[in-house]
């Protein structure tokens, strides 16, 4: 696959997010009414999402699907969002992928949202959870570079189609 490279500087609407994610636009607009997610182009009329929200709204979409709760993947979707920030054409880079790990292990109060890079690191960080886990542990494991190779391909397929 050979990225194309105005995907990250373009905008998306509503209708074209929920196709790129797989997913239903009135879920899409149901989720933006509620302020699941704080989205860049957010702004009066007409809502045109940047590429941090496209991957904001499929972080969060992953994660309601994987059974994590609206509030959990809100905070695991920001978060993951403010420390990448604008860098995600820079995860493209990385050969080991990048993870999210949300450990909710430590109390039930506190909540651990950190970024790996590797398998080894996640391997090692969830070891780590479970021996030093004060109750059960119970964490979400986000694959980034993941989610940013199913959005080029789906953005890939979806311009092919348009232009043939």
Not at 62 to 80: P, Q, S
Request: net charge negative.
């Amino acid at each position: 696959m050979e990225p194309t490279t105005d995907i990250f500087s373009r905008t998306f609407t509503a209708s074209e997010v929920a196709n790129l994610i797989g997913m239903n636009i009135e879920t899409l607009r149901v989720w933006r009414r509620r302020k699941q997610f704080v989205l860049e182009g957010e702004r009066e009329g007409w809502t045109r999402y940047t590429f941090g929200d496209l991957m904001v709204v499929a972080t969060y979409n992953t994660l309601v699907r994987a059974h994590c709760t609206n509030a959990m993947a809100e905070m695991i979707a920001g978060t993951i969002s403010i420390r990448v920030e604008r860098n995600w054409p820079q995860l493209l880079d990385v050969e080991e992928g990048v993870f999210c790990i949300c450990n909710m292990s430590a109390d039930d109060k506190n909540l651990s949202i950190q970024l790996y890079h590797g398998l080894d690191a996640v391997q090692n960080a969830i070891a780590d959870f479970i021996h030093t886990a004060e109750r059960q542990p119970a964490f979400h494991v986000v694959d980034c570079t993941a989610l940013i190779v199913q959005m080029l391909d789906a953005y890939d397929k979806l311009h092919k189609e348009q232009t043939t």
